[in-house]
């Protein structure tokens, strides 16, 4: 079953920070977090495995709460080369398929 | 060349043409992918390969058929689509540890079907 995101989109300006939210009616066993840039492929962010651990990327962080089943991407002080389109991915504990979600537009302005 | 690369990038087929996409990974991964783009629904994902072995089909109709010669080359192979197979078709590799779940997938830029 297919992941729920929200927002589906945001604006923010450059320096802002903000959340992506990512849930699931399933019990997870990972999340993935993906981001598309206009015309080009989905590029790999991370992933986060069962067990609750928050992982970080530059500054761009992401946490999984299982017990909630809930993945939240934070993006903090904004860069103009943050927009795309950030996709999350959900593996359940029963079907080890990696399902999209249908994805937040992201535009940083200056 | 490196990643996974897509040819063609475009393709413009009729109802009753066959055609095939082909999708080629360089990074020496052993599971390969087929995901399908549109632009009103999520990715979804088609068809996994681990070892050359089909161990997915995610329900996708016939007219949809998938070959994986070896773990570096992936094919789909398309026959009387329909207009609303038109999408983004996207090929990508991960290098799966024998274990559960799927590790970190690289794509590649896609083919864009459309069907008249």
């Known amino acids: 079953q297919q992941p729920v995101q929200s927002p589906q989109a945001v604006i923010l300006r450059e320096g802002e920070d903000a959340v992506i939210n990512c849930s699931s009616s399933k019990a997870l066993y990972s999340v993935h977090w993906y981001r598309q840039k206009h015309g080009e492929a989905p590029v790999f962010l991370m992933i986060?495995?069962?067990?609750?651990e928050q992982k970080g990327h530059e500054k761009i962080s992401a946490s999984f709460n299982e017990k909630k089943q809930q993945s939240s991407l934070y993006l903090t002080a904004s860069q103009l080369s943050y927009s795309g389109t950030y996709f999350c991915g959900t593996e359940s504990d029963s079907s080890y398929k990696l399902i999209f979600g249908s994805g937040t537009r992201l535009l940083v302005r200056p | 060349e490196t990643g996974v690369t897509q040819t063609p990038r475009h393709l413009v087929m009729g109802m009753t043409n066959k055609k095939s996409l082909k999708c080629e990974q360089h990074l020496g991964h052993n599971a390969m992918y087929w995901y399908k783009q549109s632009a009103k629904k999520p990715l979804e994902l088609m068809f996994v390969?681990?070892?050359?072995?089909?161990?997915e089909n995610n329900s996708v109709p016939s007219r949809f058929s998938p070959e994986c010669p070896n773990s570096s080359h992936l094919f789909l192979h398309l026959h009387t689509l329909q207009p609303e197979d038109s999408a983004l078709y996207l090929c990508a590799s991960s290098q799966w540890m024998g274990g559960v779940g799927t590790g970190e997938l690289f794509f590649g830029e896609g083919s864009r079907l459309t069907v008249l």
């Open positions: 986060l495995l069962k067990g609750g």
């Open positions: 390969y681990n070892f050359k072995e089909q161990t």
